[in-house]
């Protein structure tokens, strides 16, 4: 079994300021990844798949990278309305997801 | 505009079934795609339980497969999730997804349905 890690387990961020959060694979999963971000209350939303593609609608200001082990969602520049738990999900083999990284305001 | 809805019990007791079915709108079943049960401990992260193909075809998450089953009907345009013996580690929302696949590997989810929460308790 895939294991995702994801770091830091909490981030805090003020608005218009650039947000940077990890997910690491326990075994190359190449860019078979995906980003999702869900809201309290909401179900999740995919904001990413192969690693650095966007989803239908997902403003620019959002972005992935890496592949194999170590990957990246960044977010540009933070509205109010990002500030969500983000989760990673593998699917490499088995669609497993990180255990999330919850981003609030600073 | 692809939609899912989640139906079923809220309350489930321990040691029986938690059956839930989702209604999908706006996409054919019998057009393509996987079909996936995700759930959702309160306060805690995602886990998938499993998907199914219009065939029949089913992927099950391996923790969970020997108390899972999924179907589809796709003449109501629907698929279920049967959970066995559940204990109150299965309370969760449990969400249904659209889950894209390319050449039989399962890929990520790209529509959800709102979530749905079943309580284990007598």
């Known amino acids: 079994e895939i294991v995702m890690t994801q770091s830091p387990a909490t981030l805090s961020v003020s608005p218009g300021e650039r947000a940077t959060l990890s997910c690491r694979a326990s075994?190359?999963?190449?860019?078979?990844l995906a980003w999702y971000q869900q809201k309290p209350g909401q179900a999740p939303r995919l904001l990413i798949y192969g690693a650095s593609t966007r989803a239908t609608g997902i403003p620019a200001r959002f972005s992935g990278s890496g592949s194999g082990t170590e990957f990246t969602l960044t977010i540009s520049s933070l509205q109010s309305e990002d500030f969500a738990v983000y989760y990673c999900?593998?699917?490499?083999?088995?669609?497993?997801f990180g255990q999330g990284t919850r981003l609030e305001i600073k | 505009q692809v939609q899912l809805q989640e139906s079923g019990p809220g309350l489930v007791k321990p040691s029986e079934t938690l059956s839930l079915t989702c209604a999908v709108s706006g996409y054919s079943i019998s057009s393509g795609y996987y079909w996936g049960w995700i759930r959702q401990p309160p306060g805690k992260g995602l886990e998938w339980i499993g998907s199914?193909?219009?065939?029949?075809?089913?992927y099950y998450n391996p923790s969970l497969k020997s108390r899972v089953t999924i179907s589809v009907d796709t003449s109501k345009n629907q698929f279920s999730l049967k959970l066995s013996s559940v204990t109150a580690a299965d309370t969760a929302v449990y969400y249904c997804?659209?889950?894209?696949?390319?050449?039989?590997?399962?890929?990520?989810?790209?529509?959800w349905g709102q979530g749905t929460l079943v309580t284990v308790s007598s």
């Open positions: 199914i193909y219009h065939s029949g075809s089913t």
């Open positions: 999900q593998q699917y490499n083999n088995w669609p497993f």
């Open positions: 997804a659209r889950h894209v696949s390319y050449q039989l590997l399962l890929y990520y989810f790209d529509y």
């Open positions: 075994q190359s999963v190449s860019s078979n």
